[in-house]
């Protein structure tokens, strides 16, 4: 046991190093650059509300920037690792693929956690330069969009196997993205319907993840610990529907 | 049977994950049959709700609010901001010779204002500040009371425990009654906290001055002057401070302090 977690860390430690090298850090140029900019039209426009504003706006940009990045990593690590022929290479040597999967997936999520990590320090930073504090429940926050990215970044692998390009890939997680925080509107919408219409919405709740549930950024609130099960329950079957995949795949 | 153990497994994993999701969750939003959106706004209602980004969209909608209003404007060129019809009423027998800062902000009545109000609410019915400043603005500048209750009524329906929402309400009440020491008395509470809007405190100052509790107004003009980041209200509360200041110095020296 202790060799195969071993595997997965080495897998892991791998793919973050690689996102690392893949000069990731550039994109926290266009984050500090989008943010004083924000700050700058903030105060002019929302005077007494500019701290909110930049809080709510901050926020908001690292969960895009965060996102933007996972998802085309996820979408074309896969594709291109077996293009390039480097996925022959590592299974050739005593790696499951559920390992390989579990490790580049671990070194995905790390990558974001780290990015979310270093923008969050940023955006302190310009808060506490413009005269304000740390916002109410904003580890919460960081915590929330990390378990959004962990579901659609699963997601993303699992897509990534069965679509033919990174980009089909990058326009259906996106899709699924924005259905889920549409969960609200289609549980309403599923109550005031009837038949056939509202068996498809009720499938929908069913078949979409709800990523409103980590959505503390909006309600100002905690992640629930049902809401982190949902999150480690939706990750755990796109993983294993992605696992599914490559185990069919001949490499 | 084994080749079928992954794809059901997956499924069960996914489908806890629904489970749980479907039975835990409440919206603490409003349904979207609430959502009442401007024509010209209906592309960041939808990106609001897609990215699950109201907060923002909300500060948007309120930017746009303070844009319509253009309340700088006004108090860039009167002081003497609020418009208490009531007051003026209760004072010289309805006879206004004061400015008027609708006249002020292109004679314009701002009949979309209860609506923008509420669209701000309507995206985030928590943003406490966008409640107590439409309300505030239509009750005591615009004179409409009952829009004024009407968006508090909205904001109390997602956040029924919210005291200075219970404040403003009696404040409007008290305004219909023409009593003025009673309204800076419920705005009082107010003053000290976070999310009091600036134009409130404003309001205060105002009507403590007009009742002639010039120390409770000086000090609210003080809170103004060092808190706000809106220089129109400061500059505004420097000479508010400046003439109170020679008020009571004068009062001291005639022996009444107020």
Known sequence: ?251 | MQRLALPVAALLAWGSGSALSVSGYRSVFPPPSEIRTPVAGAASDMLALALGTRRLFADVWFIRLLQYYGSGVFYAQEEEAPSFEWLESKADGGHHDHHDHRILNGGGKYPRFLAMSRHVLEIDPYFTVAALYGAGSLAFNMGRPEEAQELLHYALKYSPREWKYLNVLAAIGYSKANDPAAVAASIAPLLKDPDCPVMLKQQAAFLNKKIGNYAAAAAIYADIYTTSRDTAYVRNAERELQKLAKTLSAGARSGKPR
């Open chain 1, 1 to 251: 046991m202790k060799k195969v977690l071993s595997l997965v860390w080495t897998v892991s430690a791998n793919a973050f190093a690689e996102n690392v090298r893949n000069r990731f850090f550039t994109i926290f140029a266009v984050f500090a650059f989008a943010a004083i900019y924000a700050s700058v039209l903030a105060g002019v426009m929302a005077v007494d509300q500019e701290a909110r504003v930049l809080a709510d706006f901050g926020l908001t940009l690292m969960e895009l920037t965060a996102l933007a990045y996972a998802l085309f990593n996820a979408s074309s690590v896969l594709l291109r690792e077996a293009e390039t022929k480097t996925i022959y290479l590592v299974f050739s040597r005593p790696v499951p693929r559920w390992a390989y999967l579990a490790g580049k997936l671990a070194g995905s999520l790390l990558t974001s956690a780290l990015m979310l990590a270093v923008m969050g320090l940023m955006h302190l930073l310009l808060l506490k330069l413009r005269g304000f504090g740390v916002p109410p429940a904003y580890a919460w926050a960081l915590f929330g969009s990390l378990l959004k990215l962990a579901v659609i970044t699963s997601f993303a692998y699992f897509v990534s196997l069965f679509s033919t390009s990174a980009v089909s890939t990058l326009v259906i997680s996106g899709i699924f993205w924005t259905a889920g925080h549409f969960a609200a509107e289609t549980r309403f919408l599923a109550e005031q319907s009837a038949g056939a219409k509202s068996l498809a919405l009720n499938a929908a709740i069913w078949l979409i993840p709800n990523l409103q549930l980590f959505n503390a950024r909006d309600a100002a609130g905690f992640i629930s610990p049902a809401a982190f099960l949902s999150a480690a329950a939706w990750t755990a079957g796109s993983y294993l529907g992605a696992l599914w995949l490559v185990s069919r795949k001949e490499f």
